[in-house]
């Protein structure tokens, strides 16, 4: 669905991970992270309760233009009932190194916490390789 701006929209925000199954996220529930959105369709349109989605991230705040574009139950990203399949609005492959951020707090660090995202995939792969 197109962003209730009705245009492109690119900034970055804050996005809250819940409790989730995620395969990539759930070890950063709990975590609030700044992350780049950049879309001008990025509005998800949900029409059942908020129970009925696997949501796993949420713009931390329901007005834009903490919530970009508008989604439903302030949705930034969901996944599939057995945690593998990730959809996500914001774009965590552009928010990896403190340098990219808007804003990082004063601990020096290589990496953002979300490339833990990414180690989780990777780690996820390599044990189900390893059962074969």
Same mark, same amino acid.
């Given at each position: ?19 989730? +199954?995620?395969? @990539? &996220?759930?070890?950063?529930? =709990?975590?609030? /992270? ?9 509005? %998800? ?28 139950? +302030?949705?930034? @990203? &969901?996944?599939?009932?057995? =945690?593998?399949? /990730? ?9 990896? %190194? ?35």
């Amino acid at each position: 669905w197109h962003n209730d701006s009705g245009k492109h929209e690119s900034g970055f925000v804050s996005v809250t991970i819940p409790e989730n +199954n995620s395969v @990539m &996220l759930s070890t950063l529930a =709990g975590s609030t /992270l700044g992350v780049w959105i950049s879309n001008g369709e990025g509005k %998800f349109h949900l029409p059942l309760a908020e129970t009925e989605y696997n949501i796993v991230g949420k713009y931390a705040y329901q007005e834009y233009p903490a919530n970009p574009n508008g989604s439903d139950y +302030n949705t930034a @990203m &969901l996944c599939d009932k057995s =945690g593998r399949h /990730l959809v996500t609005m914001p774009h965590i492959e552009r928010s990896l %190194f403190p340098w990219q951020w808007a804003y990082y707090p004063s601990e020096k660090t290589a990496v953002s916490p979300w490339l833990e995202a990414f180690i989780n995939a990777r780690e996820w792969i390599e044990a189900r390789n390893a059962e074969k």
